[in-house]
């Protein structure tokens, strides 16, 4: 039984919205770290990082994602610098299935930017900046998940559907847990 699909990948791989869409799917819970982080510290995560920092924001998103462990049904959308810290690589680990979501470079970078919301592009370099973090990421995205979904020709539902198929190619092959919450 898959207790959780936690879901990983750089700013503007389409986490929150194929989350969305594998909830529906699922029947599991929805669950966001960067809302939860948001809802935590009482303010939009680009105040938190502008009011106090980076490293308040990765303590809130590593106390976050502890509050979850041992919760079960979820499908996890994490921030895209939650795998940073090796104890949260663990927990996630622990938590259930981790899928990576990726897509092309420039790809990620028009979505990322679109919003304008995203601290860690607020720099005179933004797309530097995006390839610089994005390189120093991809390794730990792959050591970390169960698989890796490109979506770069693929829309939110055909990326929840290619998880799903990962899922089923899986050599633990995984059943959901149907029993209603
Ligand atoms: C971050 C990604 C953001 C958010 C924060 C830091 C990162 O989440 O957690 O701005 O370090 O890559 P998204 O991946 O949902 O944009």
Not at 34 to 53: C, M, T, Y
Not at 132 to 160: G, P
Request: aromatic fraction near 6%; include cysteine; charge should be negative.
């Amino acid at each position: 039984m898959i207790p959780n699909i936690a879901l990983v990948g750089f700013m503007g791989c389409g986490k929150t919205s194929v989350g969305r869409c594998l909830a529906a799917r699922t029947g599991y819970d929805f669950v966001d770290t960067d809302d939860l982080v948001a809802e935590k510290a009482g303010k939009p995560v680009a105040e938190i990082f502008s009011a106090e920092g980076e490293g308040a924001f990765r303590v809130m998103e590593r106390e976050v994602l502890q509050g979850l462990v041992g919760r079960k049904r979820m499908i996890l959308s994490t921030g895209g610098g939650l795998i940073l810290e090796p104890v949260n690589r663990e927990a996630l680990r622990r938590m259930g299935i981790v899928a990576w979501l990726d897509a092309d470079p420039d790809l990620l970078f028009e979505r990322a930017s679109r919003s304008g919301r995203r601290p860690l592009l607020q720099t005179d370099t933004p797309k530097e900046s995006f390839h610089q973090l994005l390189e120093s990421r991809i390794a730990i995205y792959s050591d970390t998940s169960d698989f890796r979904v490109d979506s770069t020709a693929l829309d939110h539902t055909q990326t929840a559907e290619a998880i799903l198929e990962s899922l089923g190619r899986h050599p633990r092959r995984f059943a959901f847990d149907e029993t209603p919450a």
